[in-house]
Each structure stands twice: as C-alpha cells, then as structure tokens.
C-alpha cells in the first residue's frame, strides 16, 4: 500500500473533525476551532491513501528552544501499518535543531515514542 506524505498540504477541517472524533482525547473539536488551528500551523505532516486523510500530525514550536509535539492520529482502520512512524520522523525533520522537544503521551505509548530518542522525564509539569 503507497501512502501520500505532505508537509505543505493543509486538511480541511471536516477531514481533521473526522480523524479527531475516533478520539477520546479531540472528539469533541469543533470545524470553526480546527480551522483557526490549521490557520496558525507551521509544522504538521499529513498522510492520505489515495485522497482519503489517514493521518495527521503537528507540533508547535518557537523554531529553536522548544517544540511540543501534539495531535498524532491515525485513522483507527489503519493503525498498525507504520503510519505513526512516519508522521513522528517527518515532524522530527521539520524540528531538526530545535533544542527540546517535548510530548504529551498515554502509558500504553511510552514505548513506541521511545524508538525516537523520547524518555520520560520525573519533572513537574502543571496544566491549566
């Protein structure tokens, strides 16, 4: 199966609504909010079979100290087949340089984030 990476090709809004609602986490996005997201977007990977939106991922970033990766997805009848994997590795590519880099993960995905050099930190981390 040839999956399409695009770093330059912004999803629309009702595709990003239709990944984030298998979600527990962004289920409830609204399109009006997702578009003013997409808007302020610099580093983000897309990836489509066919013209179909399979995955989606970006970070937010000042371009040099601090990046924080967040919101990756993937279409939960193509999880599985490597489409994390190429979502984090192109997204590391646009970060090259940055200083830290930092993401919010679930238990169950330590692991999977650890192939790409992240380990848990015992840090304070507070949230509002």
Known sequence: MKFKINIKEF???EELRNLFS?????????????KKMLESLTV???VRENSKLIGFGRA????????????????NTYQK??????????????L?????????TKPNLEEFYKKFGFDKVSTITMKK
Do not use: C, M
């Open 11 to 13: 999803p629309s809004e």
């Open 22 to 34: 298998q979600t527990t986490w962004a289920s409830k996005r609204k399109n009006q909010d997702i």
């Open 44 to 46: 983000f990977v897309t």
């Open 60 to 75: 937010l970033s000042d371009g040099i100290y601090r990046a924080l990766i967040d919101d990756i997805i993937v279409d």
């Open 81 to 94: 087949r490597g489409i994390g994997r190429i979502i984090i590795e192109n997204i590391l590519k646009q």
């Open 96 to 104: 090259d340089g940055i200083d830290e880099i930092f993401l919010n």
